[in-house]
């Protein structure tokens, strides 16, 4: 048998990272959405400044939904590996005793 860490171990471990990144990304758009330009007479300098605002929260919001993704499939291929890793491990041990 293998030396290695229990599956439900790894996959724990998994989703912790996966809580902590969507938790980053969440303060991240959180702080995005509350920048703000105070509204008053808007001279050209002000409707580029709000242009570009828009901008900004669009790429963190698009950022913020790709790396939802990327986690949330790392953490399915964490899972997967790490039981396929065990499940290959206890198989080899059965082999292994049915041999001895």
Do not use: K, N
């Not at 790894?10 to 330009?37: K, N, P």
Request: net charge negative; with cysteine.
């Amino acid at each position: 048998m293998l030396d290695i860490d229990h599956p439900g171990e790894v996959i724990a471990a998994a989703a912790c990272s996966a809580v902590a990144g969507a938790t980053a990304v969440g303060q991240a758009v959180g702080a995005a959405r509350q920048l703000v330009v105070h509204p008053r007479e808007c001279s050209p300098f002000d409707e580029d400044l709000l242009v570009r605002l828009d901008w900004v929260r669009g790429v963190v919001t698009e950022t913020a939904d790709a790396i939802g993704v990327l986690s949330q499939a790392t953490y399915q291929h964490a899972a997967r590996t790490a039981q396929a890793y065990a499940d290959a491990d206890a198989a080899g041990g059965r082999a292994v005793a049915d041999i001895v």
